[in-house]
């Protein structure tokens, strides 16, 4: 049984941090592309960083230079260091694991910036 499961959610001032963590099981996580997708109400689900099997980074245009993703693949984990947060940065944000053939999502964890 695959799951996904995310942590580290929570209410931030706007200029603060969070760190998001996404614990994998039930795969081999190191043949699998990372993100990180958010989900603001009435928005649709956009991506916001990924890190391919090889690390490759890739980052939404809006959270270039205050996200960063990260990998361990011997703790199967994925992470997502916010910095610099702003309101507009509020959303569900979910885990995702892909491979050639399939892909899997977390649950969501809600991230709520504001004064």
């Known amino acids: 049984q695959v799951q996904l499961v995310e942590s580290g959610g929570g209410l931030v001032q706007p200029g603060g941090s969070l760190k998001l963590s996404c614990a994998a099981s039930?795969?081999?996580?190191?043949?699998?592309?990372m993100g990180w997708y958010r989900q603001a109400p009435g928005k649709q689900r956009e991506l916001v960083a990924a890190i391919t099997v090889g690390r490759h980074t890739d980052y939404a245009d809006s959270v270039e230079g205050r996200f960063t993703i990260s990998r361990d693949n011997a703790k199967n984990t994925v992470h997502l260091q916010m910095s610099s947060l702003r309101p507009e940065d509020t959303a569900v944000y979910y885990c995702r694991a892909g491979s050639y053939s399939r892909a899997y999502w977390g649950q969501g964890t809600q991230v709520t910036v504001s004064s």
């Open positions: 039930g795969i081999i996580f190191s043949t699998y592309d």
